[in-house]
């Protein structure tokens, strides 16, 4: 069957069960929107307000629905336009596919107009890209791209398509398209062997489950493994909801704002089970000083991952859920109440608090898991606002807390809102942005508007950049440089203005009434919460400091 480029990525979209595309139209990209207008019924386009939200948006939807997400843009500054999104979906190890634009075979190299090269621009920040500058090619390199995106440690794929190519004419065939297989072919007896003895040898074993464990959908495995070890579990940000953040063995998240409990019990442990997490800066600390009383194993399906920021003592190469299956079916039961028992002495004495006589972020967070009994799917920004989001709502499933950890993306949790609620119509989707944050890609909520895609957006407004603002008082003698936000900005009328409904809230009676309201309208919502500037995060690890130096408020005023 003889089909134009554009016909053949169609089908090919339709091949992946492709069924939404977020995206930007250009000049270049110009036949596949004829194209994809054709094809309405089959494929949803959401013709986002930039194309960094059309990036945003398909990480946001990936990572919530686990299936690869799809953003298009044209040649030029749309394509560069996608840059920040690609490089959030790498760090994070999210499955997209950004499709761009390019100019024809001949004008390739000459400068010309709207001419960028965009492989060799996200060359580092991709898993693999390809440029398609032969329609005979165009198929392969498409089933190849989604291919890739989902194999092994996924992440994104940039597939670049000179506009002739989309013209010209091919035969295409129809593909099956075979089920991407789990790697465990890895996974050897003598690793499984070894991590089992120093299970059995450890007296105070601690799990540190990272983002792996989510991509891996090893909920139940993960569960079945804590039960049978009998060790208290932490996470990082990524791995939030692999296990239920309202079991009593967890104990909170690790590292610089990761709860007491968590980072001394990591400091005391002898053996740290590591489950699909790189050891990110923000999680060790001072990697010298970091586990200095455990040995580590390491669960990885990257094995670039292995002994890269921390040394491991033995590492289980493979897909964490494969992995998990092999250990539990051949771990024996193990009672370490003794030590269990200290690590919950240790949660009920050092808790997460902040200030209960006014409104405040935490305050918000937790009347928000009340009021949607913890099944929402939340989505942040990045700064004070994603810490307390990470720490006073509870994760108790996986693919429910969207946020960008390696490269901490500002303006990126509005459009993966506008996204995960695509993905998922049927659940509460809520953004969590301070207000600097949310002026980067607050055109977004046209885009929610346009579609009436009823997400909800809290902005915990404090008139600063906050997380910037705590480390210039702690560590920069109070000097403010530029991070102070005190202009005429009015969020509502903004808000009403792209066609959204609006809120603001300036005392704490008002939370739950409005929260609860928002919920029933089924369309875009922003509620604008005015909290205090110098409300902080804690605890808190000094940078360049040991995490089991973390010190709270209290500690603050001891030691002045």
């Not at 992440?155 to 989309?166: E, N, Q, S």
């Not at 490269?407 to 119509?425: D, H, R």
Request: aromatic share 8%; charged share 25%.
């Amino acid at each position: 069957m003889q089909l134009t480029g554009s016909q053949v990525l169609v089908e090919c979209l339709k091949e992946q069960g492709v069924d939404t595309i977020f995206g930007y139209p250009g000049g270049s990209v110009l036949n596949i929107y004829d194209e994809l207008y054709r094809h309405q019924d089959e494929i949803k386009h959401i013709l986002t307000s930039h194309e960094q939200g059309a990036s945003h948006a398909a990480d946001g939807y990936a990572r919530s629905t686990g299936k690869v997400g799809v953003c298009l843009a044209t040649s030029g500054p749309g394509a560069t336009n996608l840059v920040t999104g690609i490089a959030t979906a790498y760090m994070d190890s999210v499955p997209i596919v950004a499709i761009t634009g390019n100019v024809t075979v001949n004008l390739l190299g000459k400068d010309s107009f709207q001419e960028v090269d965009i492989a060799g621009i996200t060359m580092p920040i991709t898993k693999h890209n390809f440029i398609v500058k032969d329609v005979n090619r165009l198929a392969d390199t498409l089933r190849r791209a989604f291919e890739i995106a989902q194999t092994g440690r996924p992440g994104p794929v940039l597939v670049d398509i000179a506009k002739d190519v989309t013209a010209n004419k091919t035969e295409y065939t129809k593909a099956d398209i075979k089920k991407v297989e789990r790697i465990k072919e890895t996974i050897t007896d003598d690793d499984i062997s070894i991590a089992l003895q120093m299970i059995k040898e450890a007296k105070k074993p601690m799990i540190f489950v990272g983002g792996g464990a989510v991509i891996s959908d090893a909920e139940k495995e993960l569960k079945e493994f804590v039960k049978k070890v009998d060790a208290p579990v932490t996470d990082t940000l990524m791995g939030k909801g692999a296990f239920d953040g309202e079991d009593s063995y967890y104990t909170g998240m690790l590292g610089m704002h990761g709860t007491k409990t968590a980072n001394l019990s990591v400091t005391e442990c002898d053996l740290l089970i590591t489950i699909g997490a790189r050891f990110s800066d923000r999680v060790t600390g001072n990697a010298s000083k970091f586990a200095k009383n455990a040995k580590i194993l390491q669960i990885d399906i990257d094995p670039a991952e292995i002994n890269k920021n921390v040394l491991a003592y033995h590492s289980v190469i493979g897909d964490i859920k494969e992995v998990l299956t092999v250990l539990n079916e051949k771990i024996e039961q193990h009672d370490n109440k003794e030590w269990i028992d200290h690590v919950m002495e240790m949660k009920d004495k050092f808790p997460l608090k902040y200030n209960h006589e006014v409104l405040t972020g935490p305050y918000i967070l937790e009347k928000l898991y009340d009021v949607t009994n913890g099944d929402a799917i939340v989505t942040t920004e990045v700064g004070q606002h994603q810490m307390w989001a990470s720490q006073f709502y509870k994760y108790k499933k996986p693919r429910t807390f969207i946020t960008s950890g390696g490269l901490g993306t500002m303006g990126y949790g509005l459009g993966a809102c506008i996204g995960a609620k695509v993905g998922n119509p049927e659940k509460i989707v809520v953004n969590i942005a301070g207000d600097g944050c949310f002026r980067m890609n607050m055109n977004e909520i046209a885009t929610a508007a346009r579609y009436n895609i009823p997400i909800i957006q809290i902005v915990f407004n404090n008139h600063v950049l906050g997380m910037v603002r705590q480390w210039q008082t702690l560590f920069y003698g109070q000097r403010y440089s530029q991070t102070t936000l005190n202009d005429g900005v009015d969020f509502v009328k903004l808000a009403e203005a792209m066609g959204a409904k609006a809120y603001r809230i300036t005392k704490r009676e008002e939370v739950e009434d409005v929260l609860k309201e928002a919920i029933a309208l089924n369309q875009p919502v922003v509620i604008d919460c005015m909290i205090p500037s110098d409300d902080k995060v804690w605890p808190m690890v000094a940078p360049g400091a040991a995490i089991e130096e973390v010190f709270t408020e209290e500690d603050l005023e001891k030691n002045k």
